[in-house]
């Protein structure tokens, strides 16, 4: 799963017992080497997809990691890109990998930025809010995003429930709910509470028009409904 590049078992062990903040800083030197990057194809999928929705001036990743996110960013918005993460080891990672592009250390809940981006993108990342904080990151999207702005991330179906996959995600949940339940600080990272619709209509309650498009290199399920849609949420005027 990992490559001999990664992180040992003893890391991650110590990492799921920290604070995500804290987690994350000592996942930094390793993470590229982890599963958990949002793999290339999510990124230049989503690229290819937003170039029909531009042009841009200036784009910003939320939760940001070591910066991965940003190649969707270059292609897009020649005036500037900026990263934000509340992991200062992940923005040491991403400020040496791309010293051209800002950087700034921020909780994605409480964004310090005023009407600056015309597009903003986040992969990988919701997981580590519950639902009771989307309202908090959208709203901070939506005021970063000038009006008309948009802000874009894909989003996968959920697996059926006969898939393994469905039994690993649902296992995993549950050993980190137990995980939080016995153990101080907690560490949030969930897989199954960041589903469409009540994403989409804590959207449009922050201040967005949401539409979806299919991102067709991930092919369809049996029922014919996408793998994987690209969310788009357009701030409203």
């Not at 199954?192 to 991102?215: K, N, Q």
């Amino acid at each position: 799963m990992f490559s001999s590049q990664g992180p040992s078992a003893r890391e991650l062990a110590v990492q799921a017992l920290s604070s995500v903040e804290h987690g994350y800083d000592l996942l930094a030197p390793t993470f590229d080497h982890t599963p958990f990057r949002t793999p290339d194809r999510f990124l230049d999928a989503t690229e290819a997809a937003l170039r029909a929705y531009g042009p841009f001036r200036t784009g910003l990743d939320v939760c940001c990691g070591t910066g991965a996110g940003v190649r969707v960013l270059d292609g897009l918005c020649p005036n500037g890109v900026t990263g934000t993460d509340f992991s200062a080891g992940m923005l040491d990672r991403a400020r040496a990998a791309h010293p051209e592009h800002g950087w700034v250390r921020a909780d994605a809940r409480a964004l310090p930025f005023e009407t600056e981006f015309d597009l903003a993108v986040s992969f990988g990342a919701f997981g580590h809010f519950l639902p009771a904080e989307r309202p908090a990151l959208f709203a901070g999207v939506h005021r970063a995003l000038r009006p008309g702005g948009l802000f874009a991330f894909p989003i996968a179906a959920p697996p059926p429930v006969r898939s393994p996959w469905y039994w690993a995600l649902t296992g995993f949940d549950a050993a980190m709910r137990l995980r939080n339940a016995l153990w101080r600080p907690p560490f949030v990272m969930y897989y199954r509470t960041f589903p469409l619709e009540p994403v989409r209509a804590d959207l449009a309650a922050a201040g967005f028009s949401v539409t979806t498009l299919a991102l067709e290199e991930f092919g369809r399920r049996p029922d014919g409904s996408p793998r994987c849609r690209l969310v788009l949420a357009r701030r409203l005027g």
